[in-house]
T-cell receptor
Framework: DSGVTQTPKHLITATGQRVTLRCSPRSGDLSVYWYQQSLDQGLQFLIQYYNGEERAKGNILERFSAQQFPDLHSELNLSSLELGDSALYFC???????????FGPGTRLTVL | GENVEQHPSTLSVQEGDSAVIKCTYSDSASNYFPWYKQELGKRPQLIIDIRSNVGEKKDQRIAVTLNKTAKHFSLHITETQPEDSAVYFCAARQSGGSYIPTFGRGTSLIVHP
């Protein structure tokens, strides 16, 4: 157990819908990262927050957004869902920017 | 930006054999190289990492080597066991800027008993 928690574990929804994925970092970690993992794309970095502020953006679609709250938990919002958004979404956290990342258990999103 | 190539994509070995997974990176500013193991349906877990000021690091049956000149690094697993079967990801990251690692595409290691 890495100490990073994610909810829900599984999510099944329909195209066009909106979902919110939640992540709680390890105690003391200030940085949160979101990744998308699909079968043919490996681990794709989406977005990073550090102490409540957006720090870096990767291949994140405009339909996706995220935020990190004062208590350091983070939420990833996915809207206008498409079939191709079906994937595992991982959150990771680190103490600071220059430390190793620890991954949460992931949320498996299925869009039907 | 950084580009990380990982080979092979699939590696099948017999129990007790050694396994080697190789990665190359493009950005000479990268100086931190972690390796993650991901079992089926589970989270990626950091198994070993190396920084650019060393050429080799070992932890029991796993070792990582780094050649900064050639910009490649490798994971070596000796005396493989069935529980080593998983997908292994390499990554490269700078100590500066956004500190975001770039991951390889992964290697599926299958250890046959």
């Amino acid at each position: 157990d890495s100490g990073v928690t994610q909810t829900p574990k599984h999510l099944i929804t329909a195209t066009g819908q909106r979902v919110t994925l939640r992540c709680s970092p390890r105690s003391g970690d200030l940085s949160v990262y979101w990744y998308q993992q699909s079968l043919d794309q490996g681990l794709q970095f989406l977005i990073q927050y550090y102490n409540g502020e957006e720090r870096a953006k990767g291949n994140i679609l405009e339909r996706f957004s995220a935020q990190q709250f004062p208590d350091l938990h983070s939420e990833l919002n996915l809207s206008s869902l498409e079939l191709g958004d079906s994937a595992l979404y991982f959150c990771a956290s680190s103490v600071s920017l220059n430390h190793e990342q620890f991954f949460g258990p992931g949320t498996r999103l299925t869009v039907l | 930006g950084e580009n990380v190539e990982q080979h092979p994509s699939t590696l099948s070995v017999q129990e007790g054999d050694s396994a080697v997974i190789k990665c190359t990176y493009s950005d000479s500013a990268s100086n931190y190289f972690p390796w993650y193991k991901q079992e089926l349906g589970k989270r990626p877990q950091l198994i070993i990492d190396i920084r650019s000021n060393v050429g080799e690091k070992k932890d029991q049956r796993i070792a990582v080597t780094l050649n900064k000149t050639a910009k490649h690094f490798s994971l070596h697993i000796t005396e493989t066991q069935p529980e080593d079967s998983a997908v292994y990801f390499c990554a490269a990251r700078q100590s500066g800027g956004s500190y975001i690692p770039t991951f390889g595409r992964g290697t599926s290691l299958i250890v046959h008993p």
